[in-house]
């Protein structure tokens, strides 16, 4: 029987939460569970054929690629058939780094791979392969808070860089990136940050009430004309964006109504809360992004389920991003927002259908599909509609000018 297998990517981001590079992880098979004999070199093999398949720039929006080499990879590197261009090899914690295994680097890193250690806690052991390394994973939660900063020292002391991965708080992030760690993964992205007690200046509750209003299906054209007409600079960039996307006329379109009648109310309502999304304190365009692959998650799972209402799945799954955008707890942004209170509760209790469909979108972006049970759903339908709302997501990104 033909598998099918999940290909999740994991965002890993600068100092300055800028999108640096995407992790390829494998993850789950047809049976719904990741098969328990399978190894290391197998997983690696499925997420080489998989982004091969659909193609890992396009996976990785240009961005260098993370992906996970055990030894058998590293005693053989003709196994790999991809270019080195913006590829990142992790050797993985398990590998022994034997004189095989350094030939191995030696000659990845001569066909101009860039090679990087993964959960590497103690670096005594691989000293013979710094030389060779570019990048050096720490997970901090496998080593107390105090060994961070003689570890971080030991990896620069090589001329590598760091990055910490499982990085859960602000505070962690913060700490960190004084000790000079150079890139960073881990919840305190996926999972938003929380800046406890902030209170929201008048300019973002306007901009909560915006989007909320833009973002309700029940708004009208009429409106929503009004709304986007308030602000001159939404204003000139719908109508560049519809202009752009309406090449096959012969004249410009000069008005918000007919670009709301010309493009669909879906699109234009779409693309506006990308943009205003966007402009919120110069944030992450990354966490914008994965707004919009939640959002259309959600919104494809009720489709494909074929629940009513689809325009406000995605509404959920976009504004479950706010947090990270604003700085303060999801519940607290949701104070500003007039939202019916099943939304609100999808939100922050993942309750009803909604909730449900976030729940899911969730997991998926975690990678961990093999562990989902929505709606009766396989394997090869839920990784379907997940790449189907990535490259959805990373389309409507670029045409707003985001990168």
């Known amino acids: 029987m033909e598998k099918y297998f999940f290909l999740a990517r994991q965002p890993i981001l600068d100092r300055n939460l800028k999108l640096y590079a995407y992790e390829l992880l494998f993850r789950t098979s047809e049976e719904n569970s990741a098969p328990e004999d399978l190894d290391d070199a197998a997983a690696t093999a499925q997420v080489l054929t998989n982004a091969m398949e659909i193609g890992i720039d396009r996976l990785s929006r240009g961005r260098v690629t993370f992906i996970n080499l055990p030894r058998q990879f590293l005693l053989d590197p003709t196994l790999l058939p991809i270019e080195p261009v913006r590829v990142m090899l992790e050797i993985l914690e398990n590998v022994v780094p034997d004189d095989d295994v350094l030939a191995g680097v030696q000659s990845l890193r001569d066909s101009g791979f860039k090679i990087a250690l993964d959960d590497v806690v103690e670096s005594e052991a691989y000293d013979q392969l710094m030389p060779f390394i570019d990048t050096v994973k720490i997970d901090i939660r496998a080593m107390p808070q105090v060994d961070w900063a003689p570890q ?101 379109i000069d008005s918000i109504k007919e670009a709301i009648v010309y493009l669909g109310r879906g699109t234009i309502r779409n693309w506006v809360v990308l943009y205003i999304m966007s402009g919120v304190d110069g944030k992450a365009d990354e966490i914008v992004t994965l707004g919009l692959v939640r959002g259309r998650l959600c919104e494809l799972l009720a489709e494909r389920c074929g629940l009513e209402n689809t325009d406000s799945f995605f509404t959920v799954g976009l504004f479950s991003v706010l947090d990270a955008l604003l700085d303060v707890p999801l519940a607290e942004a949701l104070q500003y927002l007039p939202l019916p209170q099943d939304m609100h509760d999808a939100l922050i209790q993942r309750a009803g259908d909604r909730g449900e469909a976030l ?23 839920l990784a379907d509609i997940y790449m189907a709302a990535v490259q959805w997501a990373d389309i409507a990104a670029r045409q707003a000018g985001l990168e």
Do not use: W
């Open 359 to 381: 729940g899911c979108a969730l997991a998926l972006e975690a990678g961990n599909g093999g562990v989902i049970d929505y709606r009766d759903l396989d394997a090869a339908e």
């Open 152 to 252: 971080i020292e030991r990896i620069k002391h090589h001329g590598c860089k760091v990055l910490a991965e499982k990085v859960e708080t602000e505070e962690e992030f913060q700490m960190l990136s004084a000790l000079g760690v150079d890139y960073f993964q881990g919840y305190f992205f996926a999972r938003p940050r929380i800046v406890r007690g902030k209170r929201l200046p008048t300019n973002k509750v306007a901009l909560l009430r915006l989007l909320s209003r833009i973002s309700d299906p029940e708004t009208g054209i009429e409106e929503l004309q009004e709304l986007i007409s308030q602000d001159v600079g939404l204003s000139v960039r719908a109508l560049a964006y519809v202009n752009s996307a309406a090449t096959a006329l012969n004249r410009k």
